[in-house]
Antibody, heavy 118, light 112 residues
Framework: EVQLVESGARLVQPGGSLRLSCEASGFTFRNYWMTWVRQPPGKGLEWVANIRPDGGDTFYADSLKGRFTISRDNAKNSLFLQMSSLRADDTAIYYC???????????WGQGALVTVSS | QSALTQPASVSGSPGQSITISCTGTSGDVGAYDYVSWYQQHPGKVPKVLIFGVRSRPSGVPDRFSGSKSGNTASLTISGLQTEDEATYYCSSYTDVNRPAHVFGTGTQVTVL
């Protein structure tokens, strides 16, 4: 069974930084694209970033303007999202998700709530 | 990467059919057959219903079907059931400026 478990979520002040982690199990992690998707409370889904199976290429939503960095450690079956210069509108549930490689997500973590507030 | 446009809400009675539209551009929906649809119940994680415009993952009832014409994709739910009440999102691949994905604005489906 595919399992994705996010960690690292907390309350952070505007301008601060935060690193989310996602531990994967139940599948061969190094063979899959991985994705971060976020959802502000009560709002819709927003694609954040994804990364190739070997970590060689990363892609980001234009709206992030270089503030976020996605990375992975295939030896530890882990995905990361480093977030900096956080703003109130970054407040959201952040989902770690497995991309099938056919441009859709078939498995999601339970999500990690990041709150940016003073 | 502007969000794809969906109607805010659609409703129908049990047993009826409803269709949700998802309008993009020639750079996303119109350019690739990489449209997917997700269902999200309140407080739950999204679940994929359709990928590649019209393909269903195993376990998804054939009441759910997808199609595309030009820059607009559609999700049809036939034989609407009470458990279909949820929010539905479309998504598409795009590489207008760089490879990316874009979600739709979401449609709340109400079963009357």
């Amino acid at each position: 069974e595919v399992q994705l478990v996010e960690s690292g979520a907390r309350l952070v002040q505007p301008g601060g930084s935060l690193r989310l982690s996602c531990e994967a199990s139940g599948f061969t992690f190094r063979n899959y694209w991985m994705t971060w998707v976020r959802q502000p409370p009560g709002k819709g889904l927003e694609w954040v970033a994804n990364i190739r199976p070997d970590g060689g290429d990363t892609f980001y939503a234009d709206s992030l303007k270089g503030r976020f960095t996605i990375s992975r450690d295939n030896a530890k079956n882990s995905l990361f999202l480093q977030m900096s210069s956080l703003r109130a509108d970054d407040t959201a549930i952040y989902y770690c998700a497995r991309d099938t490689g056919n441009f859709y997500v078939d498995s999601w973590g339970q999500g990690a709530l990041v709150t940016v507030s003073s | 990467q502007s969000a794809l446009t969906q109607p805010a809400s659609v409703s129908g009675s049990p047993g009826q059919s409803i269709t949700i539209s998802c309008t993009g551009t020639s750079g996303d929906v119109g350019a690739y057959d990489y449209v997917s649809w997700y269902q999200q119940h309140p407080g739950k994680v999204p679940k994929v219903l359709i990928f590649g415009v019209r393909s269903r993952p195993s376990g998804v009832p054939d009441r759910f079907s997808g199609s595309k014409s030009g820059n607009t994709a559609s999700l049809t739910i036939s034989g609407l059931q009470t458990e279909d009440e949820a929010t539905y999102y479309c998504s598409s691949y795009t590489d207008v400026n760089r490879p990316a994905h874009v979600f739709g604005t979401g449609t709340q489906v109400t079963v009357l």
